[in-house]
């Protein structure tokens, strides 16, 4: 019987990623990052689109699609890639106001829609921001309003 739970735990740390955002482009500076986000879930930035690059790290599938979106959290979808085997892929076709990514397979298995069109309130907001140094400025206690407002 525990072993059945510690299996469910791994399975479901491996179906996650973490996304940050940068601002310059390249993948490199500062940047707002959104931590174990899971396959399909929007990681909204903002409102605007404030981010030069995205950088999906820590890929653990082969067959991952990688999403990146304009005009407001992931309203419209403007680039679109696969890992191909790649851990880490950095998107920088334009300016960016969020992101998020989904398994390639036949079956569904992730068992919903990608996250294009995903309300605010079904959106991950950024965990941390953290600068170019290293320097990490914990995101989580804040409400929705207060981070649309940084």
Not at 99 to 113: E, I
Not at 116 to 136: H, I, K, R, Y
């Amino acid at each position: 019987m525990h072993f059945t739970y510690i299996l469910l735990g791994l399975t479901a740390s491996a179906s996650a990623l973490h996304l940050q955002m940068h601002i310059p482009s390249g993948c490199g500076g500062d940047y707002a990052i959104c931590r174990n986000l899971p396959s399909n879930t929007c990681c909204r930035g903002s409102s605007g689109n404030i981010f030069r690059s995205l950088a999906f790290v820590d890929i653990n599938r082969y067959g991952t699609e990688l999403r990146g979106y304009e005009g407001g959290f992931c309203t419209t979808r403007v680039q679109t890639e696969r890992s191909n085997g790649r851990t880490r892929v950095c998107l920088q076709a334009g300016s960016f106001s969020g992101g998020g990514f989904g398994w390639l397979s036949r079956k569904r298995s992730d068992g919903g829609a990608d996250e294009q069109g995903a309300s605010q309130e079904d959106c991950q907001v950024p965990d941390a921001f953290v600068l170019e140094d290293g320097t990490e400025f914990d995101l989580t206690g804040l409400d929705v309003a207060t981070y649309d407002e940084l």
